[in-house]
């Protein structure tokens, strides 16, 4: 998988859930999947973390902000960040691999 790949599902998904509103946001993602929003929170966290291994660096918590409508940006920071990283292809995979499972719940 490579970076290119990863930016695309990540567009696609973006192009998905861009012009959601906060009631849509809210919505639920599934059973025990908590919100839409809580959903894609957490594939931001996940691809974050993904990007702090790629670096050797600590996880850190990506701060929840108050609108749910910053998500979408909030996520193609952290695949810039993970891409901009130098990650190896299979955190890239993964990564691709989460972004996609995600937009699919969707």
Request: charged share 20%; aromatic share 2%.
């Amino acid at each position: 998988m490579s970076a290119a790949d990863l930016e695309r599902v990540t567009t696609l998904l973006v192009r998905q859930v861009g012009h959601w509103s906060a009631p849509r946001w809210a919505g639920p993602a599934g059973p025990g999947l908590g919100s839409r929003a809580d959903l894609v929170h957490r594939l931001v966290q996940h691809i974050a973390d993904l990007s702090a291994d790629a670096e050797s660096l600590p996880h850190r918590a990506v701060p929840r902000l108050g609108n749910d409508l910053a998500l979408p940006d909030q996520l193609r920071v952290v695949v810039a960040d993970l891409v901009a990283s130098g990650a190896p292809a299979e955190l890239l995979a993964e990564a691709a691999a989460e972004v996609t499972a995600v937009r699919d719940r969707l």
